[in-house]
């Protein structure tokens, strides 16, 4: 059981370069999220997809788009990278509803040079 | 603003010593508390969590207390491990915001031998 899987693990971008962050999670999760972590910082939400079929904005959306695939996958797209962007990135799912527990992925740390 | 925030940013203990890592949050609001060990080169590893119409929760060698009164959530580890050095991170969901996660700074955990 693979849980939460996040591609690739390291990735160097130049600025202006655009990517998409791959997150596939095999637990039929319905709720998945993108949250970046900042140097001695806790991790904010980007955007987040309650079921398939939505997605919402987080608390820093800017500069970042999403698109819920399917049940099992949630990608990140940076249309035009800055060097803001430079974070680590994990993806998340857990069930729909108060109280439960979310998985995370491994993270994708990204540098915007 | 509402926030969810940690006293101490880093914690040094000796192997066997009890650990107490405090977080406080200012939206009472709050439903839901949870914390989260990360170690290096890894995503966040839920450990415990408590509902807000508790104030004490217990796992294995972990205990999660909270103080409604004054807004203020403890994690006990007991007879510290040097694999329990990681950071950890209190996080909040608000009963209308299920999954979504508001995450503290972190505290940096180092166990000596």
């Known amino acids: 059981n693979a849980g939460v899987t996040q591609t690739p693990k390291f990735q160097v971008l130049k600025t202006g370069q655009s990517m998409t962050l791959q997150c596939a999670q095999d637990?039929?999760?319905?709720?998945m999220y993108w949250y970046r972590q900042d140097p001695g910082m806790g991790l904010r939400l980007i955007y987040y997809?309650?079921?398939?079929?939505?997605?919402d904005k987080g608390e820093v959306p800017n500069g970042y788009n999403v698109s819920r695939l399917n049940k099992r996958e949630f990608s990140l797209r940076l249309e035009s990278a800055a060097p803001s962007q430079t974070s680590v990135y994990f993806c998340?799912?857990?069930?729909?509803?108060?109280?439960?527990?979310?998985?995370f992925g491994q993270g994708t740390r990204l540098t915007v040079v | 603003g509402e926030s969810v925030g940690l006293h101490l940013p880093t914690l040094s203990v000796q192997e066997g010593d009890n650990s107490i890592i405090n977080c406080a949050y200012s939206?009472?609001?709050?439903?839901?508390f949870i914390w989260y060990k990360q170690e290096s080169g890894k995503g966040p590893q839920f450990i415990i969590d408590?509902?807000?119409?508790?104030d004490k929760r217990q796992g294995q060698r972990v205990t999660v207390l909270l103080n409604k009164t004054v807004k203020h959530l403890s994690l006990q580890i007991a007879a510290t491990q040097p694999g329990d050095s990681a950071v950890y991170f209190c996080?909040?969901?608000?009963?209308?915001?299920?999954?979504?996660?508001?995450f503290g700074q972190g505290t940096i955990l180092t166990v000596h031998p």
């Open positions: 939206n009472s609001a709050s439903d839901y």
């Open positions: 998340a799912s857990s069930h729909p509803g108060l109280g439960t527990e979310a998985f």
């Open positions: 997809s309650a079921s398939e079929g939505t997605t």
């Open positions: 996080a909040e969901e608000r009963g209308t915001s299920y999954g979504k996660l508001t």
């Open positions: 637990m039929n999760h319905n709720s």
């Open positions: 408590i509902r807000s119409n508790m």
